[in-house]
């Protein structure tokens, strides 16, 4: 009779942290210099000239870009993929990617979306057929269906 | 100087976050005074002076390392002190239902010698500070029905509780006469009026429009498959049974760290005849019930559907409105309804403590930590992901 999930507390960086499930036996949510990454990446400091990179990145590639090495979930997904582009001196975008293959995938852009809204505490401030943009503090956060079952979520510094 | 000794003790304490010796509390009455002005415990974020608190920084007694330490405090005095020295849930960690039989013939020998020495050590110590106990019989269902020793010194009165090879807990009470008792004092007047307008009389309004039962305890879980029975005990306690998320684990048979053939329907049905309570449950979790049961002053259990990108939601909702009440959950549309897991998805317990109708509201709370507590989901999605849902009631 399975009507028990064990949930193990997280470490308890920040209270977004609250528990993991640990039947689900994947990552918690990524946390990058003592705060959860989608408010990290709020912080119009972390933009700023010269600023660092906390966390597990790669080495740059060709491009500049940095990806991150460990399993991680942002806006309440695990992400296939987040990858941090640098100009010569800052930070100039952040670029997750879900992916998603089961039955779930028709669902993933909305649930992407959804994440999105609750930590924005808003709905998009716009949205067409390709895309939803969310503004949050000093950040602009364009969600993308790049094909059913693949969902690339852009964050960037609002000038 | 009494003050200088206590600040001293405090001091020593609260310097040694790592590890609170309770020893002398375990002991004596007249050190209970300085474990409650210690900042070693949980701080409820709720209304009551009545709280039940977890001791956040790891524990030892008779030089034995703890499990956990949780505190029964009424005005900030503590009325009860929950020793739990072994638990076999968290000397296993959480085991998957297939790997049971694995786990139990490989470490299961190991356990049982581990849980022999602490029940006779623990027995040892409390034989020579109150002679030889008294033995009872507690529970009058045959799910929850088990032995424990009730000594008496040093003012207080101590409960031994002994699931074999499971549980080696001990609860010291403030008062004596508590420790040979499952219910507390407040409900064991036959006539349940009284009782009922306590329980009512836990039930606050808002300035937001929440209708919110005050006090509910939090058992945090660990890593134990425990969210059923944590649920059960944050409920239970409420309704004032001293039974611990432990004791109706050991109840249930969840067994080397593993649900696989447990019993927790009994355990609910038994665990409410235990507290004097019937238990009614139903496949759908139905508002209008709830909202009569919260109103009453009992909280309802819900086993529901869960998945991580709905809690990721519910979670910073519960943040913003905390900071924000005006800001609002949004109706839900079909395509949104579509991500809820409804039919997939982990099982998971949750109490439900509150309400918001003019907000079509669930405020519920989780046996995770005082973080995970008056969360918020739209009723309409609890209605959805819930499967079982249980209304206690006098």
């Not at chain 2, 499990?67 to 503590?78: D, L, T, Y």
């Not at chain 2, 509150?354 to 079509?360: L, Q």
């Amino acid at each position: 009779m399975k009507f028990f999930l064990a949930f193990v507390l997280g470490v308890v960086f920040s209270p977004m942290a609250w528990a993991i499930p640990q039947t689900v036996q994947g990552p918690g949510a990524l946390i990058l210099a003592g705060r959860p990454f989608e408010q990290f990446a709020s912080d119009r400091a972390t933009w700023a000239p010269g600023a660092a990179l906390p966390g597990a990145w790669s080495a740059p590639a060709a491009d500049g870009a940095r990806t991150f090495t460990e399993p991680a979930v942002i806006f309440g997904l695990p992400a296939a993929e987040v990858r941090a582009s640098q100009s010569s001196d800052r930070l100039t975008q952040f670029r997750v990617v879900y992916r998603e293959t089961g039955k779930d995938r028709r669902t993933l852009f909305t649930r992407v979306t959804q994440g999105i809204a609750a930590f924005t505490g808003h709905p998009a401030t716009s949205e067409g057929k390709d895309a939803k943009v969310f503004r949050h503090e000093k950040t602009q956060i364009r969600a993308t269906p790049v094909r059913e079952g693949e969902v690339i979520v852009e964050i960037m510094p609002v000038p | 100087m009494r003050w200088a000794v206590a600040a001293l003790i405090i001091g020593a304490i609260t310097a040694q976050a790592q590890e609170v010796d309770f020893t002398p509390g375990a002991r004596a009455l007249d050190q209970w005074e300085q474990l409650a002005a210690a900042r070693i415990w949980s701080r409820p974020q709720t209304q009551s002076a009545r709280l039940f608190r977890t001791c956040v920084a790891p524990a030892k007694v008779f030089g034995r390392e703890t499990a956990s330490v949780a505190g029964s405090f009424e005005n900030g005095k503590i009325q009860a002190l929950t020793i739990v020295f072994l638990d076999s849930g968290a000397w296993f960690g959480y085991v998957p239902d297939d790997q049971q039989k694995t786990v139990a013939a490989t470490k299961g020998p190991q356990f049982a010698k581990l849980y022999a020495e602490t029940a006779a050590a623990v027995r040892r110590e409390l034989d020579a500070l109150g002679g030889p106990g008294r033995e009872v019989t507690f529970g009058a269902t045959p799910w929850l029905k088990h032995k424990a020793v009730i000594y008496q010194y040093g003012g207080l009165g101590a409960r031994l509780t002994l699931w074999p090879d499971q549980l080696v807990k001990l609860t010291l009470f403030r008062e004596p006469a508590d420790a040979a008792q499952l219910l507390e004092a407040w409900r064991r007047n036959p006539d349940r009026s009284g009782p009922a307008r306590v329980l009512a009389a836990n039930v606050r309004t808002a300035a937001t429009g929440d209708r919110i039962i005050d006090g509910l305890p939090v058992f945090p879980q660990g890593d134990r498959a425990y969210c059923g029975v944590s649920a059960l005990a944050m409920a239970m306690r409420a309704a004032g049974l001293t039974l611990d998320t432990e004791d109706f684990a050991a109840g249930a048979g969840i067994r080397y760290g593993s649900t696989a053939k447990s019993h927790i329907r009994e355990v609910y049905t038994a665990a409410a005849r235990e507290a004097g309570l019937s238990i009614s449950s139903g496949p759908r979790f139905e508002f209008t019930r709830a909202q009569q049961s919260i109103d009453a002053g009992f909280p309802v259990i819900v086993f529901r559907r869960w998945d991580q990108q709905r809690d990721y939601v519910h979670t910073t909702f519960t943040q913003r409105f905390a900071a924000d009440p005006t800001a609002q959950l949004p109706r839900p549309d079909a395509a949104e309804q579509k991500t809820w897991p409804i039919r997939e998805g982990f099982m998971h317990a949750s109490v439900i403590n509150g309400y918001n109708s003019a907000r079509r509201e669930v405020i519920f709370s989780e046996s995770w930590a005082e973080a995970a507590r008056n969360r918020r989901m739209r009723v309409e999605e609890m209605e959805a992901t819930c499967y079982l849902a249980y209304y206690p009631r006098l």
